[in-house]
Every structure is written in structure tokens, then in C-alpha cells.
């Protein structure tokens, strides 16, 4: 197995856990954690591509761009879940879909 | 290309990084000395002088600013992008000067604010694919603390977060699609990306993938249904003057970036144009009949924002799928258009809500349409301008809707071909149905007998009335001489249509 | 002169609008004199037009792109309409002055009335279709807002939404046929297509033709789209004789004719028009006979009497259509505001509990009376002589079986048009209503429509003249006024016509005697109450919308989860699409 075929099949892997976690989480934490690990499945992807085509340069600057971009997302989405915690009292995401229809 | 480096008397510099460094220092004006409104409005004021002046230089080319070896190029399309950000950024500033005052979050939305508008002109700009997803997200950053800007209030905390899982979730996909071009084609860059997708060697199938990922992450901020979920939520518990931006200028700089994606594997398949007008069908559809049964004036409002983004995307649609300017330049007119009327819709709606409720004290209640009962006897002005927002965004003439969807459906029509001919009428039926939710708006403020919360209404500030008036003066403006636009539209259209290879 | 004049006529009565606003509701006597100075200017200016009448354009505006010029054509059909929109909408304006006292909302109602007059003598004027079907939104925008002019009045609304719905539905029949004469021409002016119309492929010119039909049945309120103007009348009475009466409405009539040279030659068009306008003729016809309110009978009278033009056009009568449009406008203004003073006078608009009401304002009952003959057709009145040529064309052109209908019609008219004025006037009071007689405004307004029901037929010939010179495209036979009249006199079908109007009048005296044949038309009177189901049809396809509406919004679950879930399945979706289409 090449170390091409193990990243992409870490990809799928990674990809595959965050969207599981986003579809069933109930815990907003949780929901976060899944976000982060599908992040992190783009990662492997972006320097499994600079493999690829050759360019591992190009791919892991992108990536370390996009751990910089994406932990100021992280650290948005976790402010906003103290937030709910504090206000609501509760982390549940059943509680947090009074906005609908 | 000499020309083109990093000088300091580059337009485009100074066009997109004042207002991002300036952002800072309206932050401060704020915290220390209570001035960030002022102090966004002189940088956005100042920000105007190098549009101008871009605007003159790109006329129907474009410019270049390379940093580093990263290009910025502002052509038709960056161009209509920042006007408009530019124009209803400047009025949200006026007008939040009443409506986030005293707000605890106050010192940090104006400079949001600020730097959302650079950020949005950059991503107009960008050239590089890795480029494109650092704006947007920049621009999703932004408007995060704007979306959920009322800490206290937890619908507003829920909003925030539904808007920032699901436009990260889509940045992941623009991610993913990224790795799989550049697997494929070893570059970033969008030209060199279009070069090499479109020869016969490499592979088709994988860059198709890549662009479906495009389509679904970009999509999401683009409101395409069915990721358009955030968006009723997001745009009904933002302040006023932010649902403005989002519904204005946020979605559509979302379109942008996607289009922009796209283009570069327009010689993948032929499809794109088929999928982008099938987009636009479903979310005519989808916002017309989401939008009829609700009462909240708002978040009426945001839905509606969805069958307007089906008018561009139809647009559009048939602009790549036939490569013709003309459907793409109406396009980015219905774009403006919808940007100056929904705006106006939202800022007026807002102004309402603000005098009804927040000012009261009441930040929980939402402005349902019997709120608006009688609102003409005491707020003459923002009944008349929510009328002529409404009955615009309803495509009645002589409002600016009406012209931009016309101009969108002629075009439709010179194509000769039967099924974008069924398309346009279909868009013209969504009209009518549209306006079955529209006119129950101008039947309501106009009533005799005012709504109990009418009665209690407090005073309405100039300050929140005169981007209401210049809003409403421009959209019949526009609607009566239309082709006043036409230089800013029609360079939009063919640089869209060049982007395409058409 | 002429463009001033036209610029006039249009931008007159939008000054006076803008005046009417800015005079604020606080001083209601200077809205009420700003509003009929402006209206009464606007008339004449579009009177003066008349003598400059030409097929040439006037004014020419270039847009750019695909926006065409605007061009203004003052042709004997576009003169002829903005005339009757502006001469009516100045006596319903002085009719309002009294009608409409001491309304709290009088800037917003004059600003409307205002805005229409000049949108509907922008739309007769225009000779550009985009600015045709901008001003024909704008008139239907003015319908919707005038209709639920009493915006507290849920009835109101619903009528208003009602009519600006249907009409914008059958506008989309116009925009497409607009959009592709475009396409095909690459210009928007009437008179360009008029020309090469011949040289388009024959279905794309069908195309074209049915378009404008739906369109002009949903302005006209023509079956099967009729429902709307029914439930117009919730309107202030003076909007329903400007606007649902005398002017917006014929609006459609306007449109077939002045296409009527181009889509003459398209398979089945006149035959489909015919059978729009006699079944509208005759559906509405019978609903006014059992309708109890005095305001929806005029209203079917309305839908009866422009299924008569449609027919007329459909058989190729283009000038006895426009003519009949001349006499109805007269007539059918007079009896809507006639019955607006009524209704003011006494408070309600059933005419059950009316009757008897003759004796006490004499003379709104004689200006009624004079209404009323000419909607039933009786000789000296207009409506006799324009009626008369629409059965002439018919017998001429059309088929037989089309002429039966409309004969039979003409006996219904007067039939019904006899069952209102003796419900209204004559008989005993059916219950204890206060009555005062028309006021002095109303009275100046009454009195010239009803000098107008009894002079304007003598119009015949110098109409014919004027279009005839004017229209280049349509054909024109040579018309006299004593021409006419030599003509109308000596045919025998008139005496046929007279006799069935005359046995239409006798059924009513005689109608304790027919209790016979009242029973067996039971079950067709109930149809017609019901308006033929119309009303279930319209009520349907709002339920199917919005129950559709209601269940899709169980797809914004507000659940994160679910959220996520449109993207992926979104992202499935475009995936397998893709991979399908390469």
C-alpha cells in the first residue's frame, strides 16, 4: 500500500467519522468535535493532493493556512456553545431548534 | 505584466486593505473613545475614493495588485461586488447608528462591519483557488459575531451557531474539492486550473466531483436549496442592518466565489449551466412557498431572499449554457437590484422593529405582519419605502426588480431554445405567486386601525429614515432607466461569459 | 405640441398625485380641489390630442440594451382610449369629491386614482410593449390598491390580492408573448411587428395570439378568468366606475384589437376569441340575474357587456367593438356611479332591502333610468346603436350558432338591467332605509355621463374617420353617422334584436305568471349564484398552494442535524446528476 492509498483512505475515514458525528451528535461540544474532525480529514487530503500531483510543498503550506483559518472558526464556535451553555443551561441541540418552519 | 506589482499607488491596495486595516482602529475609536460609528463611516467614506477610481481604471478590463506572488485582479464581476457592498455597507453604517446604540456588543460591530466589507472585495478579487476559500472564509468569520451579535438573546445564539456549522461544513467540501484539483491539475491557480482541466489527458470524472463539492460548499453560503437552512434563521435574528448584508451582498459574494470555482472547470462538462439553472428553478419554487404562510415579517423576508437567488442563478444558468452576456449581465443587475430592494426591505422592517419593540426594551419579540397594522399614520416614510421594497422584490414596475428580471428573461427568450423559453415563464409565475405574500405587507401598513404595538411606538430618528429614502430613490431610479447600470452590469456579463470560455 | 400634449396627458395627473401628497391629509378641501383641477387638466389635454392623431411616433426615447426605445404613438386607438380614461377618471375624480368625504385616507385615495389615470393613458399611448405591459402592471398594481383601499376590511384585501393576482397571472401571457416578438423581431415597437408579422414561422405567431388572449381575458375579465371582478367591488364606488367599469378593464378589449391585424390569420384565434367573449357574455349575463347586490350585478353586467366587444372582435368588428367601448364606457360609468350615490345615500348595496327608492332621489333614478336603456339597448340610447353594429358584424362574419348566442344575450340584458332598476327604485320599500338624493358634485359628474349615454352614438362617424387615417394596419370600412343609422334602421336583424330586448322586458312584468318556467331554471339559477363553480376552481387552486406551502415547511426542521443532512444529500444529488449527464 502506498502512502498515497493510506491517505486517502484516512481521508474517507476522517470524513466519514465527522459527518456520523454531525448527523447524530446532540452535544453542541460534540457537534464541534465532529466539525473539527472532518476539518482535519480536508487537511490530510490537501497534503495527501501536494503527494499527488507532486506539489507537497504547495499542499502543506495550504494546510497550515487552513489549521490557522479554521482554529479562529473553532474557537468562534466554542464561544458561542459557553454562550448557550450560560444563557440556556443546556448544550442539547433538541433545545436549541426554537427557530424553525 | 510588469505593470503589475506591489506599489503603494495601487487602487486596488488601497480599495480592499483600507477598510481591513482601518477595522482595527474603528475598534479602538470605539472601546475608548465611544466613536466607531463615526469611525467607520469616515473609513468606508474614504474607502469610496479608490472604488471610484478603480471603477474608472477597470472599465472594461480589469486591474491587478500581486503580493507575494498571490494576484488580486479586479474585473466586471469584482467590481459589481464591491459597489454593492460599498453602497449598502455605507447606508447599514448610518443606519445602525441608532439601531446597535447602547447594544452591549456595540464596539465590535462596527469594525466587523468594516472589515466584512473589504473582505467581500477581496474575494471578488481573488485569482487563486486557495486564495478564494481564505476570503471566504474570512468573509463566513466576520459575519459569525454579526449573526449571533445579541449574546443574550438565545435565538440569536442558536442562529449564529446553525449559520457557523453549516457554512463550515461547506467550507470543508470547497476544501475537499481543492485537494482533488489539485491532485489533478498541481496548481491553485484558476487560469491555470482551466488550461489544464480542459484537455482531453486529464481526467474528467474526479475534476467533476471537485466541482460538485464547489457547487454543494460555496452552495451553502449561496443559499441553494436544500442548504439553504441557515439562512431563515441567520438573516431573522441578525440586527437589521446585518440581515441587510447577508441578504444584500453576503449570499451573493457566495455566488461569486462559486461561480468563480466553477469557471475554472468549465471545460470539464457542459453541465454546469444546466445545473445552475436547475438550482435556480428549485429555489424559486422552494422561496416562494416557504416564504407565503409565515407571519414574521423578517424571516418572511429571508425566504424570499431564496427565490431571488433562483433569478440570478437562472440567469446565469442560461448565460454559461448558451455563452450570452446579455442573461448574465441582467444577472448581476437583478443581483444589485435585489441587494438595493431586499436591503431596503430589511432595513425598513428593521427601522419598525427597532421603534416598536427594541427600543421599548424588547429584544425577544419578532415583527409579525399584523405588527405592522397602521404603520403609514405614524411612520409615513418607512411605509412607503417597505411598500416599494416590496412590491419591487414582487417584480412590479416601475421598480428596479422588474427591469433587472426582464432584462433576464429576454435574454432567456433570444436564446430561441423551448425549454429556457418553459424556464422564464416558470420564473414568471414565481413572480405572480410571489406577490401573493408581498401585497399582504402594503395592505397591512397601510390600515386605518393601528396595531396595539403601533399605538405604542416610539419616535423614529432621522438617522434610520435617510438610507431608507436613498434606498427607495435609487430602485425607482433604476427601475425607470434601467440601462443607467449598464456600465457596470454589461463588463460583469462577458467577463462571466469569458470566465466560461464561451 | 404633440409630444407636450402627450407628456401632458401622462405626467398631469402624476403631479397631480404628487401634489395630492404633499398637501397631506391635514387639509382635505385643498386635496379635493388639487385632485379635480389636475384630472379635469388632464382631460383636456388628452382631448387636444385628437386633432394631431397620427400613425407616426411622437416621442422616441432610446434605452439601450435590451430595454428598446420607448416611443409614445398617438394613433386614432391610442388617443381614443386615453381620452375615455381621461374624460371618465375626471368625472369619477368630481364625483369622489362628495362620494369620498371625509374618507381619513383621502391623499392616498386621490394619489391612486391619480397614478392610474396616467399609467392607463400611458398604456393606450405607448406604442413600445415592454412600456405596454409596464403600464399594464402599473393600472393592476392601482386596481389591487384601490380595490382594498379599505385595507381594514379583510374582504377588501382579499378582493384586492384577488385581482392583482389573476391579473398578473394573465400578464404572464402578455410577457411572453412580448418577449418572444423580441426575440424574433429584435424590438419592442407594436407597429414594427405589425408589419412583419406575416414573415414569423405560424407557430410562433400562434404563440404570440393565444398569449395576448389570456392576457386580455384576464385584464377584461373574460372566462374563464371573470371571478375577480366580482369581488372588485369592494372597491369606493367611483374606482369601480373608473377603473372596473370604463377603463382598466378594457384594457384587454384595447389590446386584441390593436394585435387584431397580425393575429387574424392564426388558426382557430377568432373562433377561440369568440367563444371567450359570448361564454363570458353569457355566463356572466345569467349570474346578473340572480345576483342581489347591486354592485356585483353591474359587475357581471360589465364581464356580459365585454364579452360583447371581445365577440365583436373575434368576428372581425373591430370598429363596433371599439364603439360599443365608447357607449359602455358612457353608460356603464353613469350606472355605477348612479349606483354610488344610491349606496351612499341609503348605506347598503343589497338590493333586497332597497325598493321604492325612486320617489325619494328622483333625479339619481332618472340619470339611472337613462343608464339602464342604454345598457338594455333601447333605440336613441348609445348603447343601442353599438350594440346593433357588434350584432351586425356578428351575423356578417361569424358563424350562426355564435350569433344565436349573442341574440339571446341581448334579451338577457335587458331583462336583468329591468329586474335592478325595479329592485332599486320602483316597487315598495323593502325595509326602512334614510335616502338623500345625489349631491352637487356627484350631480355635475351624473349629468354629463348621462347627456353622454344619449349623445355619443352621433360619434359614429367621426370615430370611424379617426381611426381609419390613423391605424395603417387594421381595415376600416367607410362609416357615416347617418350612414349608420340608414344601416341600423333598415336591417331586419335590428327589429329581431329590438323584439327579443323587448320580450326580455315583457318576461320580467310577466314574471309572476312564469312561476313555471322560474322553477325549471332553479337548478341553472343556483349554477349562476355559484358562479358556474368558477369560485370552487379559484378556491382550489389557493387551497392546493397553500396547503403545498404549509406541508414544506416541515423541511425547516430548525435541527442542526437535518441541517447537515440537506447538505450531504444535496451533495449526493449533484453528484449523481453530474456523473449522469457526462
Not at chain 3, 365585454?306 to 364606457?329: N, R
Request: hydrophobic letters at 55%; glycine letters at 10%; aromatic letters at 10%.
Amino acid at each position: 500500500m502506498t502512502t498515497l492509498q493510506i491517505a486517502v483512505i484516512g481521508v474517507l475515514g476522517l470524513i466519514g467519522i465527522g459527518l456520523y458525528g454531525l448527523l447524530i451528535a446532540r452535544n453542541l461540544i460534540k457537534v464541534i468535535v465532529a466539525l473539527q474532525v472532518l476539518v482535519k480529514g480536508a487537511l490530510l487530503a490537501l497534503v495527501a493532493a501536494g503527494l499527488a500531483s507532486g506539489k507537497l510543498n504547495l499542499g502543506q503550506s495550504l494546510a497550515v493556512m487552513v489549521i490557522v483559518v479554521d482554529t479562529v472558526v473553532a474557537v468562534i464556535g466554542l464561544a458561542l456553545a459557553l454562550q448557550v451553555k450560560r444563557r440556556m443551561g443546556t448544550l442539547d441541540i433538541k433545545d436549541l431548534s426554537t427557530l424553525k418552519k | 505584466m510588469s505593470t503589475e506589482q506591489f506599489a503603494l499607488d495601487n487602487v486596488l491596495l488601497w480599495l480592499i486593505g483600507l477598510p481591513l486595516v482601518a477595522a482595527p482602529l474603528v475598534y479602538f475609536a470605539g472601546r475608548l473613545f465611544n466613536l466607531g460609528r463615526w469611525a467607520a463611516l469616515g473609513v468606508i467614506g474614504l474607502t469610496w475614493i479608490p472604488f471610484v477610481i478603480a471603477a474608472q481604471q477597470v472599465g472594461t478590463g480589469s486591474i491587478s495588485l500581486v503580493v507575494e506572488g498571490m494576484t488580486l485582479r479586479m474585473d466586471g464581476i469584482s467590481l459589481v461586488l464591491a459597489a454593492i457592498a460599498l453602497s449598502l455597507g455605507t447606508l447599514v453604517v448610518v443606519y445602525s447608528n441608532r439601531y446597535v446604540a447602547h447594544e452591549e456588543n456595540e464596539d465590535k460591530y462596527y469594525p466587523m462591519l468594516v472589515a466584512l466589507i473589504g473582505v467581500i472585495t477581496g474575494l471578488g478579487c481573488a485569482t487563486d483557488l486557495f486564495n478564494l476559500w481564505v476570503w471566504f472564509e474570512a468573509m463566513a468569520i466576520s459575519s459569525y459575531l454579526l449573526v449571533a451579535f445579541y449574546r443574550d438573546q438565545p435565538a440569536s445564539l442558536e442562529a449564529g451557531l446553525k449559520y457557523l456549522v453549516q457554512s463550515a461544513v461547506g467550507s470543508v467540501l470547497v476544501l475537499l474539492g481543492m485537494a482533488l484539483v489539485l491532485a489533478l491539475t498541481g496548481t491553485m491557480n484558476l487560469a491555470e486550473i482551466r488550461a489544464v482541466a480542459g484537455q482531453p489527458a486529464t481526467p474528467g470524472l474526479p475534476l467533476l466531483a471537485a466541482g460538485a463539492l464547489f457547487v454543494i460548499g460555496f452552495g451553502v453560503k449561496a443559499a441553494l436549496v436544500p442548504m439553504h437552512t441557515w439562512l431563515p434563521d441567520a438573516h431573522s435574528q441578525a440586527p437589521s442592518g446585518i440581515s441587510a448584508m447577508l441578504s444584500g451582498v453576503v449570499i451573493e459574494a457566495g455566488l461569486i466565489a462559486l461561480l468563480r470555482a466553477v469557471a475554472s472547470l468549465a471545460g470539464v462538462t457542459l453541465s454546469w449551466g444546466v445545473l445552475l439553472m436547475g438550482f435556480g428553478a428549485l429555489n424559486m419554487l422552494a422561496g416562494n412557498l416557504l416564504a407565503l404562510r409565515q407571519k414574521h415579517v423578517k424571516r418572511m423576508l429571508a425566504f424570499s431572499s431564496l427565490s431571488h437567488m433562483g433569478y440570478m442563478l437562472l440567469g446565469l444558468g442560461i448565460a454559461v449554457y448558451v455563452g450570452q452576456s446579455a442573461a448574465a449581465a441582467g444577472s448581476f443587475f437583478h443581483l444589485i437590484n435585489h441587494g438595493l430592494m431586499k436591503g431596503l426591505a430589511f432595513l425598513a422592517a428593521g427601522a419598525l422593529l427597532y421603534v416598536l419593540f427594541i427600543k421599548t426594551g424588547d429584544h425577544h419579540s419578532p415583527l409579525t405582519i399584523s405588527d405592522l397594522g397602521g404603520a403609514a399614520r405614524k411612520y409615513p416614510i418607512v411605509a412607503l419605502t417597505l411598500s416599494i421594497a416590496a412590491l419591487g422584490l414582487g417584480g412590479l414596475p416601475p421598480f428596479a426588480g422588474f427591469m433587472s428580471k426582464w432584462q433576464i428573461f429576454v435574454a432567456g427568450f433570444e436564446t430561441q431554445n423551448i425549454v429556457i423559453d418553459l424556464l422564464v415563464i416558470f420564473a414568471a409565475l414565481n413572480s405572480v405567486l410571489s406577490l401573493a405574500y408581498y401585497a399582504p405587507i402594503v395592505n397591512a401598513v397601510y390600515r386605518q386601525e393601528p396595531s396595539e404595538a403601533v399605538t405604542r411606538g416610539q419616535a423614529l430618528s432621522w438617522t434610520m429614515s435617510l438610507p431608507l429614502i436613498l434606498l427607495a430613490v435609487a430602485i425607482v431610479i433604476l427601475g425607470l432607466w434601467p440601462s443607467l447600470l449598464a456600465w457596470l452590469t454589461g463588463p460583469a456579463g462577458t467577463a462571466l461569459v469569458k470566465a466560461f470560455g464561451g | 405640441m404633440i409630444q407636450a400634449l402627450i407628456l401632458l396627458t401622462m405626467g398631469l395627473p402624476w403631479l397631480g398625485g404628487l401634489a395630492v401628497w404633499l398637501t397631506t391629509n391635514k387639509h382635505p378641501r385643498a386635496q379635493h380641489t388639487l385632485a379635480v383641477v389636475f384630472a379635469v387638466a388632464t382631460g383636456s389635454a388628452a382631448l387636444l390630442l385628437l386633432p394631431y392623431a397620427s400613425a407616426t411616433p411622437a416621442i422616441v426615447i432610446p434605452l439601450g440594451g435590451l430595454f428598446g426605445d420607448l416611443t409614445f404613438t398617438p394613433d386614432g386607438l391610442s388617443v381614443f382610449l386615453a381620452i375615455i380614461a381621461t374624460v371618465v377618471g375626471s368625472l369619477a375624480v368630481i364625483f369622489s369629491v362628495n362620494y369620498m368625504h371625509g374618507d381619513k385616507q383621502l391623499g392616498r385615495y386621490y394619489e391612486l386614482v391619480l397614478l392610474f389615470i396616467g399609467a392607463m393613458a400611458g398604456l393606450a399611448l405607448t406604442g413600445s410593449l415592454l412600456f405596454l405591459f409596464v403600464f399594464w402592471e402599473v393600472t393592476a398594481f392601482c386596481s389591487f390598491a384601490l380595490i382594498a383601499f379599505n385595507n381594514d376590511d379583510p374582504k377588501a384585501v382579499a378582493g384586492g390580492i384577488k385581482a392583482l393576482i389573476i391579473t398578473s397571472l394573465g400578464g404572464v401571457g402578455l410577457l411572453s408573448g412580448a418577449l418572444i416578438i423580441y426575440a424574433q423581431t429584435g424590438s419592442y415597437q407594436i407597429a414594427a411587428f405589425l408589419e412583419r408579422a406575416e414573415t414569423l414561422p405560424k407557430e410562433v405567431l400562434a404563440l404570440v395570439a393565444f398569449g395576448f388572449l389570456i392576457a386580455a381575458a384576464a385584464k377584461s375579465a373574460q372566462f374563464p378568468f371573470q371571478t375577480w371582478l366580482p369581488d372588485a367591488m369592494e372597491a369606493p364606488t367611483p374606482v369601480s366606475a373608473l377603473i372596473h367599469a370604463a377603463t382598466m378593464v378594457n384594457a384587454g378589449v384595447y389590446l386584441l384589437a390593436r394585435f387584431f391585424p397580425a393575429f387574424e390569420g392564426v388558426a382557430g384565434w377568432t373562433t377561440a376569441v369568440m367563444i371567450v367573449g359570448l361564454l363570458s357574455a353569457l355566463l356572466a349575463g345569467l349570474m346578473a340575474l340572480v345576483a342581489t347586490d347591486l354592485k356585483r350585478a353591474l359587475a357581471y353586467s360589465t364581464v356580459s357587456q365585454l364579452g360583447y366587444m371581445v365577440y365583436a372582435i373575434g368576428a372581425g368588428g373591430v370598429y363596433a367593438s371599439q364603439f360599443h367601448l365608447l357607449s359602455h364606457a358612457v353608460f356603464k360609468a353613469l350606472l355605477f356611479l348612479a349606483a354610488g350615490a344610491v349606496i351612499h345615500g341609503v348605506g347598503t348595496r343589497d338590493m333586497r332591502q332597497m325598493g321604492g327608492l325612486g320617489s325619494r332621489m328622483p333625479f339619481t333614478r332618472t340619470v339611472f333610468v337613462i343608464g339602464a336603456l342604454a345598457l338594455a339597448g333601447i333605440p336613441i340610447f348609445n348603447g343601442f346603436w353599438s350594440k346593433e353594429l357588434i350584432l351586425e358584424a356578428g351575423l356578417h362574419e361569424g358563424s350562426l350558432w355564435a350569433y344565436g348566442v349573442a341574440f339571446f344575450c341581448a334579451g338577457l340584458t335587458a331583462l336583468y338591467t329591468l329586474r335592478m332598476v325595479y329592485l332599486v327604485f320602483f316597487g315598495k320599500p323593502r325595509s326602512h332605509l334614510h335616502a338623500h338624493d345625489a349631491q352637487p358634485a356627484m350631480k355635475v359628474s351624473l349629468g354629463l355621463l348621462a347627456l353622454g349615454s344619449v349623445t355619443t352614438w352621433l360619434l359614429a362617424g367621426p370615430l370611424s374617420e379617426l381611426l381609419k387615417s390613423t391605424l395603417p394596419f387594421h381595415e376600416f370600412h367607410e362609416l357615416r353617422t347617418g350612414g349608420m343609422i340608414q344601416e341600423v334602421i333598415t336591417q331586419p336583424a335590428t327589429l329581431a334584436a329590438l323584439a327579443v330586448i323587448v320580450a326580455g322586458g315583457l318576461l320580467w312584468w310577466q314574471r309572476q305568471r312564469l312561476t313555471g318556467l322560474t322553477r325549471m331554471l332553479q337548478g341553472l339559477a343556483r349554477m349562476a349564484t355559484n358562479s358556474f363553480g368558477f369560485e370552487a376552481i379559484n378556491r382550489g387552486v389557493i387551497r392546493v398552494t397553500q396547503s403545498t406551502a404549509e406541508a414544506l415547511r416541515v423541511t425547516q426542521t430548525g435541527l442542526l442535524s437535518w441541517n447537515v443532512a440537506g447538505i450531504a444529500i444535496g451533495l449526493i444529488v449533484v453528484l449523481i446528476l453530474l456523473a449522469w449527464g457526462k
